[in-house]
């Protein structure tokens, strides 16, 4: 190809259509509208995952809710704080809407203590959300019945959670996943119906105050994010995507354009910015321009020739 | 319940990344320290908000450091922050040198508001709840309200002298028939009263009528302030301050629990507060 000519950065996230590999990790992008101050989100990025919302309106977790970690790291234990499907459609959608109109997709996080509760906010989401391009199925979420333990942990009970919300929609179903046994998760998601997979969750993790033998949060474990996490999402993201035929939206300690060729390499179709957004606001646009030149220096015509291209 | 209040009104400035660059940093307490920089948000910072800065120099700590001001020159494009070194962040910042270059978030959160009935203000700091206290002091100052203050600090050394100073030498409020009290405390006695602010403010406030109370400093003492406050029917604004990831309202991190249920967020729903709506 000719040494001025852009490549064609569209990506197609399991019937997401995003006009370039570039997304946003829920619960660190706010629903979008925090980041317009920075930058135009509605014309710069692929898509944008909102937070996660349930059925009913979540109090989250007390205070503190976050660390530091001096690692690269931080920690958080926030507990998906969010106003109810209802609540966030009313406060949201208009300007959600209005990103769809300037050619940005839109994912919203489907989140819930038990398969009612994901079915619930799935019909919601189903009935007042039209701006919607695509659903992301949190199953890191407690599951209440199980003491506690993620939705997801199993394959049995990631595919149960699938098999709940399948169903209750036509529009595409992303799954975030966490951080353990991804081949084997994802195949189960896969055979339920699952449109693409996304990947990592934070990673539990404790940090403890030695002062006062206090978590450093307000659990005892939370998730560790940042850019400590990347090797170990880019081996996952690599892992699953030679389980699965779905498309793959990596995530984890993306802080540049490099990081997310990685995950490309490694065999996402998409990318997610997450704790850097909150680091460096103008992170997820300027890995839209890292990502684009990168395309350009290896010379491809499209960046979808780049996925999974990591030679081994 | 869970808080989703609407966006601030549309002609507050929109929150953007600025470049900052040193033009001094000096120690002017105890372990308290004065940046003066130049950046372009200065002018776009109303009295208690903040800025969320990234220190330079360990990229093992990713989170910028969220940092309240004690005056922002708009003519100058100047902004002076006043610190107390405590962790790993903080000390990096005391030592940036003059002419370094990073960039602060902001403005962040909502700031100090006017008194919404006449009469006296009672301002009360603790340690560095000092400097947006200042802020606040000259926002009442220009807009004629008449206030007294009360500054406490462990011991003598930590108190920063020319915030003192410059809070004496604010002109009076307009109308106000007494002379304003700057009045300081310690914990050891070693400068001015020996106690809390909370122990002076009972004093004063048994003393001389006040409508409005702004206080910033350990949540201990504000908690002790809006006490006093509620039991006086004084109105109360109080500034907290909360462990911060983004400083915008993105990741939930500095929740702040309510007395109607549920959280607010510190970074965008204050850090000012009107005190009765916060579970102290």
Redesign the interface.
């Known amino acids: 190809m000719s040494k001025d000519a852009r490549p064609r950065m569209a990506v197609n996230l399991g019937g997401i259509e995003m006009r370039n590999p570039v997304n946003t990790a829920s619960?660190?992008?706010?629903n979008g509208?925090?980041?317009?101050?920075?930058y135009d989100v509605g014309s710069t990025l692929g898509a944008i995952t909102c937070?996660g919302v349930s059925a009913e309106?979540?109090?989250?977790?007390?205070?503190?809710?976050?660390?530091?970690l001096?690692?690269?790291?931080?920690l958080?234990s926030?507990g998906l704080?969010?106003?109810?499907v209802p609540?966030f459609v009313k406060?949201y959608g208009s300007y959600l809407q209005g990103l769809r109109q300037k050619g940005c997709a839109v994912i919203c996080q489907v989140a819930g203590h038990s398969l009612e509760e994901y079915a619930r906010a799935m019909e919601l989401f189903e009935e007042l959300a039209p701006f919607a391009s695509g659903f992301e199925i949190n199953i890191s979420c407690p599951n209440i019945a199980a003491g506690g333990a993620a939705m997801g942990a199993t394959p049995e009970a990631a595919a149960a959670v699938m098999r709940t919300v399948r169903p209750l929609t036509t529009r595409p179903i992303v799954v975030k996943m966490a951080p353990h046994d991804v081949a084997e998760i994802g195949r189960a998601l896969e055979a339920e119906g699952a449109d693409a997979l996304s990947l990592i969750n934070t990673i539990p993790g404790m940090s403890i105050d030695v002062r006062t033998r206090r978590s450093r949060v307000c659990r005892p474990t939370a998730g560790v994010s940042?850019?400590a996490i990347h090797a170990v999402a880019v081996r996952m993201v690599w892992e699953c995507a030679k389980a699965v035929k779905v498309p793959i939206c990596g995530i984890g300690g993306i802080a540049c354009g490099e990081d997310a060729a990685e995950m490309i390499l490694a065999g996402a179709t998409a990318v997610s910015v997450g704790?850097a957004?909150?680091?460096?606001?103008?992170c997820a646009a300027r890995v839209v321009e890292e990502l684009e030149q990168w395309a350009c220096d290896q010379g491809v015509a499209d960046i979808n020739e780049l996925i999974g291209a990591f030679e081994c | 319940?869970?808080m989703?209040r609407?966006?601030a009104a549309g002609t507050a400035p929109?929150?953007?990344?600025h470049e900052f660059v040193v033009v001094s940093n000096e120690p002017v307490a105890d372990g308290v320290w004065r940046m003066r920089c130049h950046t372009s948000v200065a002018p776009l910072l109303a009295p208690g908000q903040f800025v969320n800065v990234?220190v330079p120099g360990d990229?093992?700590?990713?989170?910028?450091i969220p940092l309240s001001f004690s005056a922002a020159h708009a003519s100058s494009e100047t902004l002076e922050l006043v610190y107390a070194v405590v962790g790993?962040g903080t000390r990096r910042l005391s030592g940036m040198h003059v002419g370094d270059v990073s960039t602060m978030?902001g403005p962040c959160g909502n700031g100090w508001a006017l008194p919404t009935r006449g009469g006296r203000a009672l301002l009360v700091a603790g340690g560095v709840g000092l400097p947006p206290i200042v802020a606040c002091a000259r926002m009442l100052a220009e807009a004629f309200v008449g206030f007294d203050v009360i500054v406490g600090a462990q011991t003598s050394a930590k108190h920063v002298e020319y915030l003192l100073d410059e809070l004496r030498r604010m002109p009076p409020g307009e109308g106000c028939d007494c002379a304003r009290k700057v009045l300081v405390c310690t914990d050891d006695g070693s400068l001015g009263t020996r106690g809390f602010t909370t122990d002076v403010m009972a004093d004063l406030i048994a003393d001389r009528p006040y409508s409005q109370a702004y206080t910033c400093g350990p949540t201990p003492m504000m908690a002790g302030v809006a006490r006093l406050c509620e039991k006086r029917s004084i109105a109360c604004q109080a500034s907290l301050e909360?462990?911060?990831?983004?400083g915008?309202?993105?990741?939930?991190?500095?929740?702040?629990?309510l007395t109607v249920?549920?959280?607010a967020l510190c970074c965008?729903d204050g850090p000012v507060f009107d005190a009765r709506e916060v579970v102290w």
Not at chain 1, 33 to 38: I, V
Request: charged share 15%; glycine share 16%; proline share 7%.
């Open positions: 619960g660190t992008f706010g509208e925090q980041f317009e101050g920075f937070k309106p979540w109090e989250g977790n007390p205070v503190p809710r976050l660390a530091e001096g690692g690269s790291a931080i958080n926030v704080q969010n106003p109810g609540g406060h940042g850019p704790t957004n909150l680091v460096d606001p103008l | 319940m869970t989703e609407d966006s929109a929150t953007d990344v990234a990229a093992a700590h990713i989170l910028r790993e978030v909360r462990m911060m990831g983004c915008f309202g993105a990741c939930s991190c500095c929740n702040v629990a249920g549920g959280y965008k």
